[in-house]
């Protein structure tokens, strides 16, 4: 399997996708771009070509994408998580097709992902929460490549305009935090009436972790929020 970066993309990226793609024989190459090229990909942040058996990660799309920051994740956790949800979500594609779930057919080709996606990203989630329990810390910028550079310059030219949000990212890089708790609290996979057990199973050491005094959840904990940090 052949590992093509027109932009370097980050250590630990690389590491996984040459892991975890080896035994899925119906990926032969993987092609990480972005920049210039991030009309090429229509604001996807992956796609699996079933034909060419290329999986094309769009860097710059996952630095846009701000799905899991709804949920309390902290901007560059969020980037991180969409960098590694790109992975396993293309592999759950590829998986797809090597189980006989799917066969290529340019004409239906764009139905069958739709009607698949879903399947792809319950495996996707299931293979992060694991993935992240092991893998806890985001890495920090300096071993990020290409979208290390690109958030470093963004915090830079925002800094002077929004110092308390850029200190607080700076504050959990090269932590296992993910994202502040009373950020968490207020998204989708909470109800009001839980947020006061929830800060108290963090100061007990139940679950997160404390920053700087702030209460924090960790990777794992913000995906599955609904199954492990409510109970």
Known sequence: ??????????????QLIAEYYEPITAINMVILIGGDK???MHGKMAVFNPETGAVVID??????????????????????????????????????????????????????CEMLDHTADVMAMEQMIDWFE???TTPPLDQMGWVGQR??????????????????EM???GTEAAGFAEVAAQGPDFEKHEIPGLMQAIGRGDIG??????????MD?????DREVRG
């Open 221 to 225: 904990e913000i995906l599955g929020a």
């Open 151 to 168: 958030i470093q310059t963004l915090f830079n030219e925002i800094y002077s305009k929004a110092p308390d949000v850029i200190g607080a």
């Open 38 to 40: 991030y009309e090429l």
């Open 134 to 136: 092991i893998h806890a």
């Open 59 to 112: 860097m710059e799309a996952c630095m846009k994408d701000q799905r899991w920051m709804r949920r309390g994740m902290a901007f560059v956790p969020n980037v991180w998580c969409n960098l590694i949800y790109s992975v396993f979500h293309e592999g759950a594609h590829a998986l797809q097709m090597m189980n006989d779930e799917i066969s290529f057919d340019e004409q239906t080709w764009d139905l069958q």
């Open 171 to 173: 504050d959990i890089l």
């Open 1 to 14: 399997m052949r590992i093509i970066q027109h932009e370097e993309a980050p250590k630990a990226l690389i």
């Open 209 to 218: 972790l404390q920053i700087k005094g702030r209460p924090c959840l960790r």
